[in-house]
């Protein structure tokens, strides 16, 4: 019987086990091709465009910061962004709008909305010399929000109750486990409404919209790139091909050489690739096992 449920339950077991018996060589194998695939790329090719990417949402700018770095190298004339992000955190949104507006300083920076430019992502933008936005995409949401819960009531019902010890009246701002005091609504409704001004600025600065009301374009909402556009929060409508060939004319390369990943980084992405197929595989001929061993 139990060799039969062995049985049953090897397409999982075999895997796992695999990983466990040869746990230290694996980890040995992954750091020689992580080196490797690090020499590689400072091997590769220079590149005279570099395209990077913005995908979901913003909480930290580091990643995004090194990839900058690359871009600003002196063989690199011209860089892309690509994003789609519902927008995150305003410090790490500004850095990233300031250090695209350092690197416009010596060379041409586009932004291509491939999906969501909106919030704390169009905020990054703003750093840009030019934003094309796909027809689809959604672009704006300028605006600042904090929210919580009061889970009080909760805890009330489950027998919690909260020991505090402070010293300042506003350490506790933004509490969940109480109703917050009026002079603690009030510090939190100017923290927003001064990130909001912020904000707007840099908006007016950067979209140079000095003469427009600003509760037609910085209210909150989100617009279609066809309503953005007519409200001078980008530049043009159009693909990503519209963009590549806009940092071309912008950056005047002739032969354009975007940065590309090193033959040893494909094989890694595609190993990793096939490695995650072949996992998922191997679970669902383990679930469809036994599934096969409830109906019998």
Avoid: C
Wanted: aromatic letters at 8%.
């Amino acid at each position: 019987m139990r060799k039969k449920i062995a049985k049953l339950f090897w397409p999982i077991s075999a895997p796992l086990a695999f990983i466990q018996n040869h746990f230290k060589a694996t980890l040995l194998v992954v750091i020689v091709l992580s080196l490797m695939m690090s020499n590689q790329t400072e091997l590769a090719p220079n590149n005279n465009l570099h395209k990077m990417h913005l995908n979901g949402p913003i909480f930290d700018s580091s990643a995004f910061l090194e990839e900058i770095e690359k871009a600003s190298k002196s063989h690199v004339k011209g860089l892309l962004v690509s994003i789609n992000s519902p927008g995150g955190l305003v410090p790490p949104s500004v850095e990233m709008m300031m250090a695209l507006q350092e690197l416009a300083q010596s060379k041409p920076v586009v932004v291509y909305a491939a999906g969501t430019l909106a919030s704390g992502s169009y905020y990054a933008s703003l750093g840009a010399d030019y934003i094309i936005a796909n027809p689809g995409s959604m672009v704006g949401s300028i605006g600042v929000i904090f929210q919580t819960m009061n889970v009080s009531a909760l805890m009330e019902k489950v027998g919690v109750q909260p020991r505090v010890v402070k010293s300042g009246a506003y350490k506790e701002v933004g509490a969940m486990y109480r109703e917050w005091e009026p002079h603690e609504k009030a510090a939190l409704k100017k923290l927003s409404t001064d990130t909001y001004n912020m904000f707007l600025n840099d908006v007016i600065k950067s979209r140079k919209l000095e003469n427009e009301d600003p509760s037609k374009f910085a209210n909150g909402r989100i617009f279609l790139a066809s309503e953005a556009l007519s409200l001078g929060l980008i530049d043009a409508v159009g693909n990503v091909s519209s963009a590549e060939a806009k940092i071309i004319e912008l950056s005047g390369v002739n032969s354009p050489i975007w940065n590309e990943k090193s033959d040893l980084e494909k094989l890694m992405v595609q190993l990793s690739r096939e490695a995650s197929l072949g996992l998922t595989s191997v679970i669902e001929n383990g679930l469809s096992t036994l599934t096969m061993y409830r109906q019998y």
